[in-house]
């Protein structure tokens, strides 16, 4: 399954991401969660467990579990609850937790999204070391980013080592 197509803004950025989202997007996150065996609870619950799931939201969702992350409860539940949706999120160098490890789920995703790319393991597991969860998420949306414009023949681990010393320039690591 895949989507149809992407997006060439940031859903944080689209004019309508923060309306709820699609029937098409309910439908289409359905099946996918179906075929992964996914249980998201706003889904199935008559009352949508009380969240308000914007179209930026479900989009970045779908996108996620097409790429092959398993999001966790905890993520799913904090979807759609967010009291201003028009507010894009802040920068990481602003959040509280932003040295700390990454997440399971950043460091899930940016495995499926490295080998997707073709990186070497050992190139993979050597770069990622020491990443805070900060720089996950930057580097994240940058290799994201790169898979959607990448050119043919372009050296993946270049990309792939450019990308983590951007990220590691804009967001420093304590020292």
């Known amino acids: 399954m895949t989507l149809d197509c992407y997006p060439t803004r940031q859903p944080e950025e689209w004019a309508t991401g923060g309306e709820p989202m699609t029937q ?11 075929h992964n065996q996914i249980d998201i609870p706003f889904l199935r619950l008559e009352d949508g467990n009380g969240q308000n799931v914007t179209k930026a939201e479900a989009w970045i969702l779908i996108a996620r579990i097409l790429d092959g992350v398993r999001p966790t409860p905890r993520y799913l539940s904090s979807l759609g ?26 460091m899930a995703w940016l495995d499926c999204l490295v080998n997707s790319m073709g990186v070497p ?26 898979r959607e414009y990448a050119r043919p023949g372009e050296d993946k681990r270049m990309v792939f080592e450019h990308a983590l010393q951007c990220v590691r320039d804009e967001l420093p690591a304590p020292a």
């Open 24 to 34: 098409k997007q309910r439908v289409t996150l359905t099946n996918a969660a179906v």
């Open 121 to 146: 393991n050992a190139v993979k597991v050597n770069g990622l070391r020491g990443i805070t969860h900060g720089q996950a998420s930057l580097l994240i949306g940058r290799l994201r980013d790169q």
């Open 81 to 106: 609850r967010d009291p201003s949706p028009d507010n894009p999120p802040p920068h990481p160098k602003y959040w509280r937790n932003c040295d700390a490890a990454p997440t399971k789920m950043q």
